[in-house]
């Protein structure tokens, strides 16, 4: 090891860490937690650090020199979301929007359809939506990152929360060597 310019350099790559926290908006400590994560992991341990999230908001705190690769627009123009959006929302919304020119009566019937509509989304989609969005996000995140990162050069990949077991355990499968955890430990160490 010899120091340059008040950096160490070890002759190799340094190590890379992947941080996923698809479902951070579900919690904001997760993403404070990510963000953490990958500030120790650049500053005490000098590694190159990626974070994957499917919610754009609540990412300030990370740090720039960390990547952050959102995977929203990706869902929303899945399929599935797009399809119930469609029925749910879209149609209804077309059919009473000629008639909100009535008064009163057309006013009534768009909001009456904007409830019926969310009801419909929160009471039946969301809970249906819910248990299948593990396994979408898994396919979407499994084809960005096959063109984004290089996942021979990952040594860690740390798993913040549930909606990412999917994923993480995809990518264990697929590369024996790599360290795969939930185990939110600030080392690089593969025992820890």
Do not use: C, N
Not at 14 to 25: E, H, K, T
Not at 81 to 100: D, G, K, M, N, Y
Not at 151 to 171: E, G, K, N, Q
């Amino acid at each position: 090891m010899t120091e340059r310019g008040g950096d160490e350099v070890t002759g190799g790559p340094p190590p890379r860490v992947l941080i996923l926290a698809l479902d951070a908006r579900s919690h904001k400590r997760d993403t404070r937690r990510a963000a953490g994560l990958a500030a120790h992991f650049l500053d005490e341990e000098g590694a190159e650090v990626d974070v994957v999230s499917a919610d754009s908001p609540g990412w300030g705190r990370l740090d720039e020199r960390a990547r952050l690769h959102l995977l929203d627009g990706a869902e929303a123009r899945h399929p599935l979301p797009w399809l119930e959006h469609t029925i749910v929302s879209r149609a209804p919304r077309a059919i009473v929007w000629p008639l909100r020119r009535l008064g009163r009566a057309g006013a009534f019937l768009d909001r009456a359809q904007t409830r019926a509509s969310g009801i419909v989304h929160r009471r039946l989609f969301m809970p249906f939506y819910k248990h299948v969005r593990p396994l979408l996000l898994m396919r979407i995140a499994r084809r960005y990152l096959d063109r984004a990162i290089d996942m021979a050069t990952v040594t860690r990949v740390i798993v913040i929360d549930d909606t990412s077991v999917p994923f993480a355990y995809r990518l264990a499968r697929r590369h024996p060597g790599l360290t795969v955890t939930t185990r939110q430990t600030r080392t690089l160490d593969p025992e820890a």
